[in-house]
């Protein structure tokens, strides 16, 4: 693994971390995961019992996930999206599966060189 991809996924778990520490504090049951690809997430469980993987996108600064809008926060204000996150996980995760967050940032920039 490259040194910047191992930067980047080290920073990602740093932010998971401490995002864990506040739901964990808070009655929030959350564990944090390595993908089958490398990727750090963290296991929130909802009121209703039910899992749902909390992981990063750094270049948009988000704790994400769904592929909905609102199942994304800034992750730039912990408070707040701990608060986000904790409310989501009360209420209970949206019905269905997980969707993934997908944006292939090359034809955003492909756009804008057009």
């Not at 980047?8 to 009655?27: I, K, S, V």
């Not at 209703?48 to 270049?59: D, G, N, S, T």
Request: proline share 4%; hydrophobic share 40%; glycine share 6%.
């Amino acid at each position: 693994m490259n040194s910047t991809l191992e930067h980047r996924r080290a920073y990602q778990q740093r932010l998971l971390t401490a995002l864990r520490e506040e739901l964990t504090a808070r009655d929030i049951p959350a564990v944090l995961v390595v993908t089958a690809d490398g990727r750090p997430g963290l296991d929130v469980t909802d009121a209703r019992c039910r899992p749902r993987r909390v992981f990063v996108h750094l270049p948009f600064c988000w704790f994400y996930w769904g592929d909905q809008q609102d199942e994304r926060v800034t992750f730039l204000r912990l408070p707040a999206a701990v608060d986000r996150i904790e409310q989501a996980a009360r209420d209970g995760w949206q019905e269905g599966e997980q969707g993934e967050l997908g944006m292939d940032l090359s034809k955003i920039a492909d756009a804008y060189r057009s």
